[in-house]
């Protein structure tokens, strides 16, 4: 616990103006992000008497280990660059709104020849307009399912468009008329873009005037006795207001506006938000927070204003923005969201009328959704202090180890030997530290060896960033050597990495200087740069004196070890012969196992995903400088693999982008590569040996070859 006077800064060096200031804790992370009118005084009150304080505040400033500033021109800056900051640091003491789930919005792809309308959930993403969000996926698809008799929209995947347009058929829904079916023709992509106009205009609000020209149309059929096409249009007509029906209008005046509302106690706070879009209720959607700062409901409403609107922009920001308390003080955060919108926004509180009466509403949806939240989580927090805190008295620690790591090793038999490491902070998942490694020290099956390794080369980073950061007084190690290189891993770009969570991944090749790009001066986690308080091993004894012995040889005593056997659920320490056996009741256990198990998925996942590779490889992989199109067109052109093996160069060149130079490789590399043993047929144990199976990964089958392991007689680990 560190005093806060240690690193107090004099007053005098503090200017008196506008500014961002960030708290740091000993390792450098910053774990507060504040904004102020005049960071003087602002700072000032962070470093009175601990008394004082407020019991989250003083956890913090007693937390910290230093704090610096940035001064920027106005308030609505500093508002700006404390969002971003906040943003990219995620840091611990800062109200961050959480939510159990990603909330579905209606989307149209505009920005496509013919636009698609889909379900969409997760970032938004340019060229496509977006309504919503929705509280469930199905209230979408059921309002555009009467919408589609109406605006007869694209709707399918890209996969089925092409399909449809190579055999020239449409779907289904274009013969029932609920498509116009562009992908054969029907209609041209300008009145499909017209029609997906219409479709969002709709969509918008603007529903009065569509209306009215539809019942002039159909009045205009029935006076020519065009009674079909008048039916036709009356159908439409009823389809649209039942689609209008299931957004109740809650606003005479057609208003435009979001509608805020929270609910609080001492330790959250809960808040809804209702979009109101031409006078309906378009979406709905909620947060919960843990106080973890002293906060009052203004600040509480500026942080969900951050939140809400911080990548918006354009009329994703409505004019009005109707709150239960203003923040203080509110011109700024009034100036930034008039930014955000280009145009002028209202900030304020209901006073009577429709729109308190909506507040009113909203805040009771608050309330509901707080009380669910505290029902669902009852005592969560204090189960997982208490399981903390079994957990240090069980292993003799001196405090709660709010940092754990797991670490466990998966393979097949021996093949695709690799590891995970897991992080829980808090007693929860911090699934950005994930990591995950390639086991290269030695080839076969060694579970104690691979942990030795692992723990090695995860800790001797660990010491390399204490070395660079001027932690250690001298250049090297504790055992000498130097740090190794920063690993080729980085979070997914598309939102879906290889299993789903986000995970870094860790190449890990020889041993070499840290890179320069590996930077913590400015407070991003940087890989391996925080030590936990406890390691834990998926294993017996033999894994936890494995893990033991690497720290020993790096230096490091102040990390506590244990191990968690899975057959009896034991915790083995080093150095004893018995284990400590917790009660099968204790919370302890139960993150304990908790943090095996997701260890244990976790490499199980990476395992198959290697493995699947594998298997999936062929003769075409070796070939320098062939991509996955240009296999892909080979395999098209000559059916397989092995009528490629016996064309000449002169025929391989006559595939799209295959030159002289490059048909020379292939036919090299396909002549030094030994034939793939033949396909085999399980069921009937036939070798076909008229085709050689397509190895590149663009086949649709899966087939059986010989020399493929059968996973039923292997066993992961």
């Given at each position: 616990?560190?005093?806060?006077?240690?690193?107090?800064?004099?007053?005098?060096?503090?200017?008196?103006?506008?500014?961002?200031?960030?708290?740091?804790?000993?390792?450098?992370?910053?774990?507060?992000v504040?904004?102020?009118?005049?960071?003087?005084?602002?700072?000032?009150?962070?470093?009175q008497?601990?008394?004082?304080?407020?019991?989250?505040?003083?956890?913090?400033?007693?937390?910290?280990?230093?704090?610096?500033?940035?001064?920027?021109s106005?308030?609505?800056?500093?508002?700006?660059?404390?969002?971003?900051?906040?943003?990219?640091?995620?840091?611990?003491?800062?109200?961050?709104?959480?939510?159990?789930?990603?909330?579905?919005?209606?989307?149209?792809?505009?920005?496509?020849?013919?636009?698609?309308?889909?379900?969409?959930?997760?970032?938004?993403?340019?060229?496509?307009?977006?309504?919503?969000?929705?509280?469930?996926?199905?209230?979408?698809?059921?309002?555009?399912?009467?919408?589609?008799?109406?605006?007869?929209?694209?709707?399918?995947?890209?996969?089925?468009?092409?399909?449809?347009?190579?055999?020239?058929?449409?779907?289904?829904?274009?013969?029932?008329?609920?498509?116009?079916?562009?992908?054969?023709?029907?209609?041209?992509?300008?009145?499909?873009?017209?029609?997906?106009?219409?479709?969002?205009?709709?969509?918008a609000g603007?529903?009065?005037?569509?209306?009215?020209?539809?019942?002039?149309?159909?009045?205009?059929?029935?006076?020519?006795?065009?009674?079909?096409?008048?039916?036709?249009?009356?159908?439409?007509?009823?389809?649209?207001?039942?689609?209008?029906?299931?957004?109740?209008?809650?606003?005479?005046?057609?208003?435009?506006?979001?509608?805020?509302?929270?609910?609080?106690?001492?330790?959250?706070?809960?808040?809804?938000?209702?979009?109101?879009?031409g006078?309906?209720?378009?979406?709905?959607?909620?947060?919960?927070?843990?106080?973890?700062?002293?906060?009052?409901?203004?600040?509480?409403?500026?942080?969900?204003?951050?939140?809400?609107?911080?990548?918006?922009?354009?009329?994703?920001?409505?004019?009005?923005?109707?709150?239960?308390?203003?923040?203080?003080?509110?011109?700024?955060?009034?100036?930034?969201?008039?930014?955000?919108?280009?145009?002028?926004?209202?900030?304020?509180?209901?006073?009577?009328?429709?729109?308190?009466?909506?507040?009113?509403?909203?805040?009771?949806?608050?309330?509901?959704?707080?009380?669910?939240?505290?029902?669902?989580?009852?005592?969560?927090?204090?189960?997982?202090?208490?399981?903390?805190?079994?957990?240090?008295?069980?292993?003799?620690?001196?405090?709660?180890?709010?940092?754990?790591?797991?670490?466990?090793?998966s393979?097949?038999?021996?093949?695709?030997?690799?590891?995970?490491?897991?992080?829980?902070?808090?007693?929860?998942?911090?699934?950005?530290?994930?990591?995950?490694?390639?086991?290269?020290?030695?080839?076969?099956?060694?579970?104690?060896?691979?942990?030795?390794?692992?723990?090695?080369?995860?800790?001797?980073?660990?010491?390399?960033?204490?070395?660079?950061?001027?932690?250690?007084?001298?250049?090297?190690?504790?055992?000498?050597?130097?740090?190794?290189?920063?690993?080729?891993?980085?979070?997914?770009?598309?939102?879906?990495?290889?299993d789903?969570?986000?995970?870094?991944?860790?190449s890990?090749?020889?041993?070499?200087?840290?890179?320069?790009?590996?930077?913590?001066?400015?407070?991003?986690?940087?890989?391996?740069?925080?030590?936990?308080?406890?390691?834990?091993?998926?294993?017996g004894?033999?894994?936890?004196?494995?893990?033991?012995?690497?720290?020993?040889?790096?230096?490091?005593?102040?990390?506590?070890?244990?191990?968690?056997?899975?057959?009896?659920?034991?915790?083995?320490?080093p150095?004893?012969?018995?284990?400590?056996?917790?009660?099968?009741?204790?919370?302890?256990?139960?993150?304990?196992?908790?943090?095996?198990?997701?260890?244990?998925?976790?490499?199980?996942?990476?395992?198959?995903?290697?493995?699947?590779?594998?298997?999936?490889?062929?003769?075409?992989?070796?070939?320098?400088?062939?991509?996955?199109?240009?296999?892909?067109?080979?395999?098209?052109?000559?059916?397989?693999?092995?009528?490629?093996?016996s064309?000449?160069?002169e025929?391989?060149?006559?595939?799209?982008?295959?030159?002289?130079?490059?048909?020379?490789?292939?036919?090299?590399?396909?002549?030094?590569?030994?034939?793939?043993?033949?396909?085999?047929?399980?069921?009937?144990?036939?070798?076909?040996?008229?085709?050689?199976?397509?190895?590149?990964g663009?086949?649709?089958?899966?087939?059986?070859?010989?020399?493929?392991?059968?996973?039923?007689?292997?066993?992961?680990?």
């Open positions: 616990m560190a005093d806060p006077s240690s690193y107090r800064p004099r007053p005098g060096d503090i200017p008196d103006s506008p500014g961002v200031y960030r708290f740091r804790d000993e390792h450098r992370r910053v774990i507060y504040g904004k102020a009118k005049s960071l003087r005084q602002r700072l000032a009150n962070y470093f008497d601990l008394a004082n304080l407020h019991p989250r505040t003083r956890t913090m400033v007693t937390t910290a280990a230093s704090v610096e500033w940035t001064v920027v106005t308030e609505v800056e500093a508002l700006q660059l404390e969002y971003s900051w906040i943003k990219e640091y995620d840091p611990r003491f800062n109200v961050k709104y959480r939510d159990d789930k990603s909330y579905p919005y209606l989307a149209v792809t505009m920005s496509e020849q013919f636009p698609r309308v889909q379900v969409m959930r997760g970032h938004k993403k340019k060229g496509v307009r977006y309504f919503g969000p929705y509280a469930h996926a199905w209230a979408i698809r059921d309002t555009v399912d009467l919408l589609l008799r109406v605006f007869p929209v694209r709707t399918c995947s890209a996969g089925v468009f092409k399909n449809a347009a190579r055999t020239g058929r449409p779907c289904l829904l274009g013969y029932i008329g609920k498509c116009s079916a562009p992908c054969v023709g029907r209609i041209t992509p300008e009145d499909h873009q017209e029609l997906a106009e219409e479709f969002c205009d709709f969509m603007r529903t009065g005037t569509y209306l009215r020209r539809l019942e002039k149309q159909m009045t205009e059929a029935a006076e020519e006795m065009e009674y079909e096409r008048a039916a036709r249009l009356r159908d439409d007509i009823e389809a649209l207001k039942k689609a209008m029906e299931k957004n109740a209008v809650v606003l005479a005046d057609a208003t435009d506006a979001d509608l805020i509302a929270v609910a609080e106690d001492e330790l959250e706070a809960a808040v809804q938000i209702f979009h109101v879009r006078g309906r209720v378009r979406g709905q959607r909620g947060w919960v927070t843990d106080k973890v700062e002293e906060v009052t409901t203004g600040a509480l409403v500026e942080h969900a204003l951050q939140q809400l609107y911080g990548e918006e922009s354009g009329d994703a920001v409505p004019k009005e923005v109707l709150v239960p308390a203003l923040p203080e003080p509110v011109e700024p955060v009034q100036e930034w969201l008039t930014g955000r919108r280009g145009a002028n926004v209202s900030l304020r509180i209901p006073q009577r009328g429709d729109k308190k009466a909506l507040m009113e509403t909203v805040q009771r949806n608050a309330q509901q959704a707080l009380a669910l939240h505290k029902t669902k989580r009852a005592s969560d927090l204090t189960t997982r202090s208490r399981a903390l805190e079994e957990i240090a008295e069980a292993l003799d620690l001196d405090s709660a180890p709010l940092r754990i790591e797991c670490y466990d090793i393979h097949l038999q021996g093949e695709d030997v690799v590891a995970s490491m897991v992080v829980f902070e808090d007693g929860l998942q911090r699934k950005s530290e994930y990591r995950r490694f390639q086991i290269k020290g030695f080839a076969g099956q060694d579970d104690v060896r691979s942990m030795h390794e692992v723990i090695t080369r995860r800790f001797k980073r660990y010491l390399a960033e204490k070395e660079r950061t001027g932690e250690w007084a001298d250049g090297s190690l504790a055992d000498g050597s130097l740090a190794e290189g920063s690993g080729t891993g980085g979070p997914g770009t598309d939102g879906s990495p290889a789903g969570d986000g995970a870094l991944t860790d890990l090749g020889s041993d070499s200087l840290v890179s320069d790009s590996l930077k913590d001066d400015d407070g991003r986690p940087k890989k391996f740069a925080y030590p936990p308080q406890l390691v834990v091993v998926d294993g004894q033999p894994q936890v004196a494995a893990a033991r012995r690497a720290l020993d040889e790096l230096g490091i005593d102040d990390i506590a070890v244990c191990g968690l056997a899975k057959r009896l659920e034991e915790v083995w320490v150095g004893e012969d018995d284990p400590v056996v917790l009660p099968r009741t204790s919370e302890g256990l139960y993150l304990l196992q908790r943090v095996r198990d997701e260890a244990h998925r976790f490499a199980i996942t990476y395992q198959r995903t290697k493995r699947t590779k594998r298997f999936r490889a062929g003769p075409l992989d070796d070939v320098p400088g062939l991509g996955e199109t240009r296999k892909q067109a080979l395999i098209k052109h000559f059916g397989s693999v092995k009528k490629l093996r064309a000449t160069i025929q391989i060149q006559e595939v799209p982008g295959i030159g002289r130079k490059t048909a020379e490789t292939i036919a090299v590399a396909l002549a030094q590569a030994a034939p793939a043993a033949p396909a085999v047929n399980t069921a009937t144990g036939e070798i076909i040996e008229d085709e050689e199976p397509d190895t590149t663009g086949s649709s089958g899966e087939p059986v070859t010989a020399g493929v392991p059968d996973e039923r007689r292997g066993q992961e680990t």
